[in-house]
């Protein structure tokens, strides 16, 4: 009897460890997530790049891109150069459309200066406005912007659901608008990784999307390395909308 207790009770913890921190796609022939959440960070920091993956910057001025994304043409229209050093992106929300970033962009109560249609051969509203950080934290890393004057775009939906790919459409070293995309590697935490995904100072912030072309994170770390290993991260928009008093539940789905 104290034996059968004992293996049910080993079964049991064994389950409640493998649930507790993976993603929607984990199945017994996979490795665990967490297991491969531990295998993404880098352990020599020497080869720590920060942000780029690999030897080589891999991205593309947004409107040449002719990629694998069907909607980044729609969607590009909402990310937005903030303060010429981070990258957010016009998400929709109940509320009302509002910019959302990486918390380590500002603080509450900061005016930030935004300018939409940064990029080469600019196509949308090149609208530049002020805007007012409403709501920012640390964990998870993120930051809400309401901008004096709304942008003639369609705003970006939340997504709780990855992809095989992701995209960055981003603003490196606050330069014009680009895209880098990338394989998904796994969620742990609240965090979403993500390789062979460049970004650069001035990415953070920057929407991570679905093939669908829905936000599923924000870009807020680096950790890449120059042969590849390592992965860039940041927090997922479930674990965003969590932590948000202006963001709710609905605001949120399965896209």
Not at 125 to 145: F, H, K, N, R, S
Not at 231 to 252: E, H, K, P
Request: proline share 6%.
């Amino acid at each position: 009897m104290l034996v059968r207790l004992f293996l049910l009770a080993t079964a049991a913890s064994l389950t409640l460890g493998a649930a507790a921190c993976g993603s929607s796609s984990s199945s017994p022939e996979e490795p665990s997530t967490q297991t491969t959440c531990a295998k993404l960070r880098i352990v020599d920091p020497s080869l720590r790049t920060q942000s780029q993956c690999g030897p080589n910057l891999d991205y593309t001025p947004v409107n040449e891109y002719h990629g694998d994304f069907p909607a980044v043409q729609e969607r590009e229209d909402a990310v937005v150069l903030i303060n010429g050093d981070c990258t957010g992106t016009l998400i929709a929300a109940q509320a009302g459309p509002i910019v959302l970033t990486a918390g380590h962009c500002g603080h509450v109560g900061d005016s930030v200066m935004m300018a939409f249609n940064v990029e080469a051969n600019p196509d949308g509203d090149p609208l530049v406005t002020e805007g007012t950080i409403v709501e920012q934290a640390d964990t998870p890393d993120y930051a809400l912007i309401q901008p004096n004057k709304l942008p003639a775009v369609t705003p970006t939906p939340l997504t709780t659901q990855e992809s095989e790919r992701l995209a960055v459409i981003q603003h490196p070293r606050g330069g014009p608008k680009v895209i880098a995309e990338g394989n998904f590697a796994g969620i742990c935490d609240g965090l979403i990784y993500y390789k062979d995904l460049d970004t650069l100072v001035g990415s953070s912030g920057a929407g991570v999307l679905t093939r669908n072309g829905y936000l599923v994170g924000i870009h807020t770390d680096g950790d890449c390395a120059a042969d590849g290993t390592g992965s860039n991260y940041g927090w997922t928009a479930a674990s965003i909308v969590q932590a948000s008093a202006y963001l709710q539940d609905a605001d949120i789905a399965a896209r």
